[in-house]
Structure formats: C-alpha cells, structure tokens
C-alpha cells in the first residue's frame, strides 16, 4: 500500500527565510501528488499538485514543490517566508486510477515575525 | 466554488451513544470520503463512496459505518461513541479517481465523554 512520510514534524522560521519541507512516498506505480494546506482555523485547501509534464510545479501564495522520480521525493519550497505562512502542511499522494489519498503525518509550520 | 458543508463544528457525546456526521457537498462530485485528523498522524481514511448507495472502506473503518443515500450527502455514523474515536472529522469530495483534488469541508470536533 501506498504510504507518505514527511519528516519535519514542527518547523520554526524567521519572517524572509526560505522553507523546504521534505516528503518522500513509497508506491511503485504512476503517482499523483498533492501539497494541502490548513491555516490556524481553516480547512484544508490545495497548494498544488503534481499529474505529469514538468516536475517543477508552481502553486498559490508563492509555493512551488520538485518532483524527483527517483528519489520518490515532492518537497515544497518557499524562497521567503511570511508570518501568514503559519500552517499546517500536508503531502498526499495516489495512483493514477484509485480514489485512495494518502497523507502523510503533517508539518507544522510556524513563522516568527 | 467547491462548497463542502458538515453539520456540526463542534459535538460532545457520551459514550455508547449512536453519533451520526452529516456531510452535503454542492458540486454533484462522484467521490465522497469521511477522515479523521489526530495530531502526528495527519487524516487516515475511513470510509469513501464513489457513488450513490457504494462504499468502500479505507484504513480504519472499525467502529464506523457510512450511508449514501443521495449524491450530494454522505452520512459517517459511530455506531457506539467510545472515548478513542474523540477526533476531528473531515469530509471531502472529488469529481474523479487520483487524477482529481480533493475538496474539504471544516471539520467537526468530537469529544466522547
């Protein structure tokens, strides 16, 4: 069965610093891959996802997240973070035709201002 | 926009009580799936329909059961609260298989007492 990992459980950043938060999966076959994000309060809402083509995917509020087939990677990055930016992230993934998403344990971020 | 709606945002039961969650999403999507989000463990799936009257289970279907009766609602029911399934529950929907995001309501918090 497919599976997420991602490894920050709790990240804590200065306004204007860059953000990378891993995500690694295990399934063998064609994956989709998604980055959800949950603001204090909120649901969940899409940041991106990744299907095919380029494996640099640009997403809202200035994310974007680098699919590395080999590595079995879809980090997400922020080249400058803000004090809005205090989240909670989630990475998920499912095969190409299965209704099941997986997600992973969740990482909370915390900007400082 | 995508609306997902669930009935309750807060809820405090007894255990041993029958609880039902309400769900009506307003997109006439196919897929309708019943989380629940504990910390450090992210949103574990469990139950999803992909269509009137279907169900199928996901990770952690004991203890739960579902009804979809009409497109548009999907019903998660405790069948007997116990103190273990205190837990926020999220509802989402999608308008397909992996290729599709996912679409979240707010949630409701459970507390069993």
């Known amino acids: 069965a497919q599976s997420v990992s991602q490894h920050n459980h709790h990240v804590i950043l200065s306004e204007a610093a860059s953000l990378e938060l891993g995500c690694n999966y295990s399934?063998?076959?064609?994956?989709?891959l998604f980055w959800y994000v949950q603001y204090p309060g909120q649901h969940l809402q899409l940041l991106l996802k990744y299907f095919s083509g380029d494996p640099l995917v640009k997403g809202i509020k200035g994310f974007e997240a680098e699919f590395i087939k080999s590595k079995f990677s879809f980090n997400l990055r922020k080249p400058s973070v803000q004090w809005s930016d205090t989240a909670e992230y989630f990475c998920a993934v499912t095969s190409r035709n299965n209704n099941d998403m997986r997600f992973g344990a969740g990482t909370r971020l915390t900007v400082k201002p | 926009d995508v609306k997902v709606t669930q009935s309750s945002r807060y809820l405090v039961k007894r255990t041993g009580e029958k609880v039902f969650l309400e769900c009506v999403q307003d997109m006439d999507h196919e897929n309708m799936f019943w989380y629940r989000q504990d910390p450090g463990l992210g949103l574990r799936l469990i139950y999803f329909?992909?269509?009137?009257?279907?169900?199928e289970k996901g990770d952690i279907p004991e203890g739960y059961s579902v009804s979809r009766e009409k497109k548009e609602r999907f019903s998660l029911i405790l069948e007997s609260a116990s103190t273990n399934q205190t837990s926020m529950y999220l509802c989402?929907?999608?308008?397909?298989?992996?290729?599709?995001?996912?679409?979240f309501g707010p949630g409701t918090r459970l507390t069993v007492t």
């Open positions: 329909s992909y269509d009137v009257k279907m169900k």
């Open positions: 989402a929907s999608s308008v397909g298989t992996g290729l599709y995001e996912q679409y």
């Open positions: 399934y063998g076959g064609t994956v989709n």
